[in-house]
């Protein structure tokens, strides 16, 4: 091929069209909603028992029972044990699990076509017939407790912890996860009480994909589930989100973290909001994936991240707009500067018709490729009927998106990108980042890991505590493995530069590099020992006429640690 | 079950171009998707003792352009076209795919050829860059609890320096590399001739090849690379370490055992031996740890399969006041039950349904089927050997569990890597 013809990128090939079939819908006579598509792809089936009650809907007092039930649901049942259940479904080469978002649970079964039945048994047998063991619940609550620990160590659960809490309030999406305290008190009668209300067949779809003959399924589903006795649906009243006035900064400190986590959130739109398809564009532009503008400024230009991103949570109820990156500690203050700059431009500025029309190009050309295995396509059907989706939602999606303009989209970002009224959260070194982000919000707060708020003066190095005053004899005691060895340090300050002496009973050591920032104070010093020169490096922290740190030295594997008072 | 279950053969036809360009396709109309899978013979078991990580910075040069796709240009054609793409780096290969609508397959293919022709190695890039590696590092490794256990333990694992190193590498190497040496690099190892194109999915067979010959054909290929030693001696080099993790809220450990080469038998027998006590609910240290003694929060096991000698892993993170030395002995218990006795008939007809289950999920995915085909073509010249897979899997017997087990994972020659938390809580 010629240099020439190599210029340019080839046009496609003639587009093949794609229809995802319109599923089989049915309803069984105790009200549970039965949709299949038949897929003979390969002998594979999907299934997935879906019920309109998710963690949202735990009990008031009672966070975590939804989450608690599900997971139970596998534990025990009236004619297996946990470990009989385990044994079964994995000698048959395949799963059963059952899990929770806010605004769902779904039990998820799938196997090879050939063992359709026996799983499709199994999976009434856990939904209909659980019985919550007690040995296996009290598994669970410790099990939880350890991992909700275990969570506390994530950066990325803390920030989306602190967001979803400033931008929900009082509704139940506020809630990312349940306390120590709420699993504890989880019991079994509470449990089983609670899975007879929720789990009801007049709340519920029954989706299924696969290679099955619908009529065959139809008989085995009223045979498994027609008995299934339907039940009063609940409906709950939620708090409205919290409107937002002021951009806010919240801050976890992660003393020693090497990066910082940025979220910077303002509410969102619902999953079946009519605005849900301009959104999605605009979030495409701006920043969805690796060529969206986000990515191609703090990661391409910038160099300050591994990766930028926003992204839209659609919930049933409600959803949030997130902008996120995780960025390395020094270049925190200068991702906020970039992460505003295309907040706004994305408002202030309309879109190229280039930038719109490579958007969507994308997001259609995806479609197809999410359909390609069963569980894709089980998922898109899926969504489409437990978000109440139209009825001809998959088959119009291209079109819905090639309808959106280059105004639609700056009409979205004005309405729904609200970068003064956002709440930025950083998890990290607060000490480190609360003077790079300070001048980002309208008010500050910090938190420590455990969520516990903390009295910002520890962290502020306000220009009068800048330098502490260090000038001086200090006497200091060194931990050398048990042994105290005295050594004295003296200090002449001006400004943050300190120079001095150090010395010990071997030898004394010139001061360089010594500096003060706020109360620390580091230092390296250049010894000769016994004929050897030796560096140390001196960290330490001056609390008035006491200081206390470590001195490094490259003859001990360890920092020792040293206190002591000036002279 | 394996008597009466055959899947029906994949469609593969494989060919090479002039230079050397081993080529695979795998049409399978099923989904109007192609997946292109480019794998370099080139991974961080490549690397000079002076220069690690250069394997896994270029798989991110690979996306600063070429002399006709900008830089970052790769991502942006892609997403336009609809589509999705990566590349990672193991240490046996480097690894570039996409996934696209079937009609997008010359542009794919443009874009592959337009970067394995002429890649832009400058020093803005390779700056640029530099930076990109040293950021996934902070995020990926020091930033995560328990982030660099896997590193360390193939440290502890492996004598061969080839096979010991991480595939991040060192970021003082990193820092040291001129763009000479990048070009370098990019000249012996990134040459047709030291890699494989596989199609699969919805294509015409004799598009596909007019298109791949158009484009790569003319690419000069490059003399072959230096030759590699990644043999070990039996023994491993440390069988213990404690490593403080600054950010790890609970105690863990990691054993790591060395063992024979991927597709050998004991390889495959270790590999399900590894089903039968890690994997699943069902699984004998789920059973005993999870449930049972209760004493862990999370138990995992993987093997790590490689053209050399290769590994397999089981790790704990146990409850806070457990004992720790008690788990692995719990660990050590039913390793050596399972080398006395084999696993039960239960357990074998569990491991027949989930290969077949897994194989059968495999195939649904271009991007899957693919991957599999590149690894067969790349590292045993054979890409029709994913057809009979399955079958050699199925045929491993209890009796060849049971020894490999015992000859592998029974005895003391492993390594034991305990994490002890060493923050502030």
New interface residues.
């Given amino acids: ?1 010629t ?1 020439e013809l ?13 229809d995802i079939p319109k599923p089989f819908e049915t309803q069984l006579d105790n009200g549970l909603k039965v949709v299949i598509i038949e897929d003979e ?4 089936v999907s299934f997935r028992l879906a019920f309109h009650a998710g963690d949202a809907h735990d009990p008031i007092e009672w966070t975590g029972m939804t989450s608690a039930m599900s997971s139970m649901l596998t534990e025990g049942t009236e004619i297996y044990s ?2 009989q259940l ?2 079964k ?6 799963s059963i699990s059952a899990s929770t978002s806010g605004d769902f649970t779904v039990v998820a079964a799938s ?2 076509s050939l ?1 359709s039945t026996e799983i499709l048994h199994l999976l009434a047998e856990v939904v209909l017939r659980p019985t919550f063991p007690e040995n296996e619940l009290d ?1 669970y609550r ?2 939880t407790i ?2 909700l ?2 969570q ?4 990325g659960f803390l920030a989306g912890e602190q967001s979803a809490r400033l931008i929900y309030g009082d509704h139940p999406y506020s809630k990312v996860s349940p306390k120590a305290a709420d699993i504890e008190k989880i019991d079994r009668e509470t449990l089983a009480s609670f899975h007879a209300a929720t789990l009801i067949p007049n709340n519920a779809m029954f989706i299924v994909v696969g290679d099955v003959k619908s009529d065959e399924l139809l008989t085995e589903l009223n045979e498994l589930f027609g008995e299934w006795q339907p039940g009063k649906v609940i409906s709950h009243k939620f708090a409205d989100p919290p409107s937002r006035a002021s951009r806010t900064l919240t801050i976890v400190d992660r ?5 910082s986590n940025i979220v910077l959130a303002n509410l969102g739109v619902k999953r079946i909001d009519p605005d849900y398809f301009p959104m999605i564009v605009m979030n495409q532009i701006l920043g969805a ?3 969206s503008r986000i990515f ?1 400024n703090l ?2 230009e910038k ?4 990766g930028a991103y926003t992204r839209l949570d659609t919930k049933k109820l409600a959803g949030d707009f997130e902008a996120t990156a ?3 500690t020094a270049v925190t203050g200068d991702s906020l500067k970039e992460f505003f700059y295309e907040l706004d431009r994305i408002r202030d500025e309309k879109v190229s018709d280039d930038e719109l ?2 958007a969507k ?9 999410r ?4 569980e894709g396509l089980t998922n898109l059907i899926v969504n489409q009927q437990l978000y109440g989706l139209p009825d001809d939602y998959l088959q119009t999606y291209r079109d819905n998106v090639e309808a959106v303009t280059v105004d639609d989209v700056q009409r979205i970002a004005n309405k729904r990108v609200r970068p003064a009224e956002m709440a930025i959260v950083i998890v990290g070194d607060a000490e480190e980042v609360l003077p790079q982000a300070n001048l980002y919000a309208d008010s500050i707060e910090i938190f420590d890991t455990d969520g516990d708020a903390q009295d910002q003066e520890k962290y502020n190095r306000a220009e009068s505590e800048m330098t502490a005053d260090v000038a001086g004899k200090w006497k200091l005691v060194i931990d050398f493995q048990g042994q105290q060895l005295p050594v004295s340090l003296t200090l002449d300050q001006d400004g943050a530069v300190i120079t001095g002496v150090l010395e010990t009973m071997l030898g004394n050591g010139k001061i360089a590099n010594g500096v003060v920032s706020g109360t620390k104070l580091s230092a390296t010093a250049n010894a000769e020992m016994q004929g050897q020169v030796v560096d140390f490096a001196i960290a330490g922290k001056v609390d008035g006429e006491s200081m206390s740190g470590t001195i490094t030295a490259p003859i001990v594997p360890d920092p020792l640690p040293f206190t002591g008072s000036r002279s | 079950m394996s008597e009466t279950f055959k899947l029906p053969p994949l469609e593969i036809e494989e060919y090479s171009l002039d230079n050397g360009l081993k080529v695979v396709l795998n049409p399978d109309h099923s989904v109007p998707v192609v997946s292109i899978a480019v794998y370099y013979n080139v991974g961080s078991r490549n690397e000079r003792e002076d220069r690690t990580g250069f394997a896994h910075l270029f798989e991110h040069m690979m996306f600063q352009g070429s002399e006709n796709v900008p830089k970052a240009g790769h991502f942006q054609h892609i997403m336009k076209a609809g589509g999705t793409m990566n590349g990672t780096t193991s240490s046996e290969r480097t690894n570039y795919f996409e996934t696209l609508p079937a009609n997008q397959l010359p542009l794919g293919l443009w874009l592959e050829s337009d970067r394995m022709r002429s890649l832009a190695v400058t020093q803005e890039n390779l700056d640029n860059q530099r930076e990109a590696v040293k950021e996934e590092k902070r995020l990926r490794y020091d930033n995560q609890p328990y982030g660099q256990i896997f590193d360390l333990i193939n440290e502890m694992i492996y004598k061969n320096f080839s096979n010991s190193h991480s595939t991040i590498g060192s970021m003082e190497h990193l820092d040291d590399a001129t763009v000479e040496d990048v070009q370098e690099f990019f000249r012996i190892y990134y040459a047709p001739n030291n890699a494989v194109l596989v199609l699969s999915g919805s294509f015409d067979t004799h598009g596909a090849k007019d298109l791949i010959e158009t484009y790569f054909g003319d690419i000069e290929s490059q003399p072959l690379p230096p030759s590699l030693d990644v043999s070990e001696p039996v023994e491993v080099a440390a069988n213990y370490k404690e490593w403080e993790d600054k950010l790890a809220p609970f105690p863990a450990f990691l054993i790591g055992w060395k063992i024979p080469p991927r597709r050998s038998d004991e390889f495959y027998a270790l590999y399900l031996a590894g089903k039968v006590l890690y994997e699943g609910e069902s699984s004998r240290l789920y059973q005993k740890l999870v449930k049972g003694e209760e004493s862990v929060i999370q138990l995992f096991g993987f093997t790590d399969e490689r053209r050399g000698p290769s590994s397999i892993f089981i790790g704990a993170i146990p409850k806070p006041e457990k004992d720790l030395s008690r788990i692995r002995e719990t660990i050590m218990q039913e390793i050596h039950d399972l080398a006395a006795h084999g696993p039960t008939a239960e357990e074998m007809e569990k491991i027949e349904n989930q290969l077949i289950n897994d194989s059968v999920r495999m195939r649904q995915s271009s991007m899957n089927r693919a991957q599999q085909i590149a690894e067969f073509a790349l590292y045993d010249g054979d890409p029709q050997l994913i057809n009979g897979e399955l079958e050699v899997l199925l045929a491993v017997t209890a009796e060849q569990i049971r020894h490999a087990v015992g000859t592998f994972l029974n005895t003391e020659n492993r390594a034991l890597l305990d994490v002890v938390p060493a923050g502030k809580g």
């Fill in positions: 091929m240099p190599r210029k340019n990128p080839p046009a496609p090939l003639e587009r093949v069209p794609f792809r390969l002998p594979l946990s470990l385990a044994e479904i994995e000698r048959l080469g395949s196997a090879l063992y598994l410790r099990n350890e991992n620990k275990f506390r160590s994530q950066p003393p020693g973290s090497a990066q994936g690796a060529s191609m990661r391409e160099g300050y991240t591994y995780e960025v390395r029309q490579d190009n994308f997001l259609t050309g995806v479609f197809p490729l359909a390609e295995t069963q």
